[in-house]
């Protein structure tokens, strides 16, 4: 999971949402509420092209999935659940894109809330997921240092799914290739070739791992994670990578 900023609608589109809550909000009754949002949204052709374009461009690499990362976002799911709070069934800071398997095997409509009735579920758009969750790069296993990134953990099963855990050991051996390979390009003068290996290094599956690297450069203990790696470290701190892979001044 990694920090991604929301995508504007067009504007007909939040006019249409705004009238389907509308609609919604007009129920007397909280089950019939509930009743109507399952219908609507059910017959929501008209706003769910738009709806998957704006996700889909808000999405990591290629529309992949903003809770695991890996597969490719299908569905559109409702972070706070239409059964729990259908007045948010329509509401745009309520969705996100999903793989069917999150959505469907892992999510499904769980919500964990803490004492107070807060989410649990770090929503990508609106927290930073490097603020509850770190990631082992060799082991490619998740560890929480929240209670929230614990949630998630669990929710979405991000380390009892051997092809996550197993993608993202790969995924952080090509990464480290990638960045011995821009640092090549970039030393023979191949600028178009760097430039391509940051592209396809952000586009592939996976780019929490990326993320997560970046990331740990940077911290005070970055020798100990980095242990025995002294050269991948090297490159992550190099100024001139930084600033090819993350566009720093
Ligand atoms: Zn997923």
Redesign the pocket.
Known sequence: MIRLRRAALPRGTVTKLEEYTGEIARQTTEKARKTRARELWGARRSVRPALLDALSEMAPGHAR?M??G??QGTDIDHFDPKSRTPLRTFDWLNHLL??S??NSNQKRSLFPTDGDGAPLLVDPTLREPLDHLRLVLPLGEYRARTPQGQACIDVFGLNRRPVLVKGRVDAYATARHSLELWRIATDRGQHDKAGEIVRVSWNRPLADVLVAMFHQSGLPAAGALFAGEEDVLALLNDPELRKGFLREP
């Open positions: 999935c809770y695991c890996d597969s999903a793989c398997y999150c």
